[in-house]
Antibody, heavy 116, light 112 residues
Framework: EVQLVESGGGLVQPGGSLRLSCAAS????????MSWVRQAPGKGLEWVAN????????YYVDSVMGRFTISRDNAKNSLYLQMNSLRAEDTAVYYC?????????WGHGTLVTVSS | DVVMTQSPLSLPVTLGQPASISCRSS???????????LNWFQQRPGQSPRRLVY???KRDSGVPDRFSGSGSGTDFTLKISRVEAEDVGIYYC?????????FGPGTKVDIK
């Protein structure tokens, strides 16, 4: 069974940093592109970043470019999102999702709240 | 970026009756390989999104056959033949043809 389990969310002050993790199981992690998608409270879905199978290709939505970094460790079956210079508008549930643009499996999400 | 619009944004339905959600894109979603990367997702209250349909009309494993997707080019539709109580939630279309992928605003389906 495919499982994606996010962790690392929490309350952080504006300008602060957080590192999200996504533990994958039930499939050959190293064979798939992976993504982070976020959802602000009461709002819709927004794609944030993609990474290819070996981590050599990374893409970001303009609003996080230069502040967020997506990475992966295939030996640990894990996906990461390093978030720096956080802003109030980054407050959201962050989901990891498999195989963009298909997004066939999603995790349960982890909540990031940016507030003073 | 490709703008995805959905209508209606709110859809009260009667149990057992059909429902239809429209999704339109600001550009054709036909990719250079001839395929159309249009997905539909269901998000039940308090849950993460679940994919129902990919590439316009291919239903995911385990998705009831009362759900069907159709359309082409810039106009797409998700239909529920007979709404059940478990279908309550928000439905999103998403295009993966053009970078960056973009989602529609969502259609909230609830029971009258």
């Amino acid at each position: 069974e495919v499982q994606l389990v996010e962790s690392g969310g929490g309350l952080v002050q504006p300008g602060g940093s957080l590192r999200l993790s996504c533990a994958a199981s039930g499939f050959t992690f190293s064979s798939y592109w992976m993504s982070w998608v976020r959802q602000a409270p009461g709002k819709g879905l927004e794609w944030v970043a993609n990474i290819n199978q070996d981590g050599s290709e990374k893409y970001y939505v303009d609003s996080v470019m230069g502040r967020f970094t997506i990475s992966r460790d295939n030996a640990k079956n894990s996906l990461y999102l390093q978030m720096n210079s956080l802003r109030a508008e980054d407050t959201a549930v962050y989901y990891c999702a498999r195989d963009p643009p298909y997004f066939d499996y999603w995790g349960h999400g982890t909540l990031v709240t940016v507030s003073s | 970026d490709v703008v995805m619009t959905q209508s209606p944004l709110s859809l009260p339905v009667t149990l057992g009756q059909p429902a239809s959600i429209s999704c339109r894109s600001s550009q054709s979603l036909v990719y250079s390989d001839g395929k159309t990367y249009l997905n539909w997702f269901q998000q039940r209250p308090g849950q993460s999104p679940r994919r129902l349909v990919y590439k316009v009309s291919k239903r995911d494993s385990g998705v009831p056959d009362r759900f069907s997707g159709s359309g082409s080019g810039t106009d797409f539709t998700l239909k529920i033949s007979r709404v059940e109580a478990e279908d309550v939630g928000i439905y999103y279309c998403m295009q993966g043809t053009h970078w960056p992928v973009t989602f529609g605003p969502g259609t909230k389906v609830d029971i009258k």
